[in-house]
Nanobody, 130 residues
Framework: QVHLAESGGGSVQAGGSLRLSCAASGYASSYCMAWFRQPPGKEREGVAAINTGYRRTFYADSVKGRFTISRDNSNNTHTLYLQMNSLKPEDTAVYYC??????????????????????WGQGTQVTVSL
């Protein structure tokens, strides 16, 4: 059974950094994993994705150059990371880790369609203040 658990959220001032982690148990290392976020009163949106089987990463335009997604598959519990630098107040949101149920083509992994991701974490709050 796949289980995703995020950690690392918190409050930070604009310009600061945070690193989110997502521990994935019972999951294959080569499938697509992604970070989504849901700002207050808005829809959930894709932030970054990594398709390890195809060695590709994808980023939303709003976070390119500031966020870095990475994945550690060196142990039985794979861990997904999101390093967030130069944070802005508009980055304030609940951040979710998500994983596909199988292989996804790069166009789907980086397309961030909610239906392509079968597994979701519970979310972690990130608040960026001026």
């Amino acid at each position: 059974q796949v289980h995703l658990a995020e950690s690392g959220g918190g409050s930070v001032q604009a310009g600061g950094s945070l690193r989110l982690s997502c521990a994935a148990s019972g999951y294959a290392s080569s499938y697509c994993m992604a970070w989504f976020r849901q700002p207050p009163g808005k829809e959930r949106e894709g932030v970054a994705a990594i398709n390890t089987g195809y060695r590709r990463t994808f980023y939303a335009d709003s976070v390119k150059g500031r966020f870095t997604i990475s994945r550690d598959n060196s142990n039985n519990t794979h861990t997904l990371y999101l390093q967030m630098n130069s944070l802005k107040p508009e980055d304030t949101a609940v951040y979710y880790c998500a994983a596909s149920a199988g292989y996804l083509a790069n166009s789907y992994c980086g397309g961030w369609r909610l239906g392509d991701f079968a597994y979701w974490g519970q979310g972690t709050q990130v608040t960026v203040s001026l």
